[in-house]
């Protein structure tokens, strides 16, 4: 089903309180915002620097599904975010440890 109805204001204010509270919100919080306001395909990027300001903060607790959704929505919207991407690379790199994931094959 879909609304017939122009909620620009309602997006409007939610983004404006959001944008006060993000540092209050967990990563599943902040995915969700980003992707609810993608799926709506509304225009926020005041939000969308806070929410990435914030999920850089947190991208060491963000599990696959977050990252994934909050990839999506700043792809959706082209919103630029390097150094939330950048953190959350290094840290799949990295793995939770810090030391390097990649493993060396040895021949004999």
């Not at 609304?3 to 209050?24: C, I, P």
């Not at 696959?64 to 959350?88: E, M």
């Amino acid at each position: 089903a879909t609304v017939r109805h122009d909620a620009r204001a309602l997006f409007n204010s939610v983004a404006t309180e959001a944008t006060r509270q993000v540092g209050q919100f967990n990563p599943q919080d902040l995915a969700n915002t980003a992707w609810a306001y993608a799926t709506v395909c509304h225009d926020a990027p005041a939000l969308f620097d806070c929410v990435a300001t914030e999920a850089t903060r947190q991208v060491g607790q963000f599990n696959p599904q977050n990252l994934a959704n909050t990839a999506w929505a700043y792809a959706t919207v082209r919103h630029d975010a390097p150094a939330l991407f950048d953190g959350a690379w290094r840290r799949r790199r990295l793995g939770r440890s810090g030391s390097s994931t990649r493993r060396t094959l040895r021949t004999p």
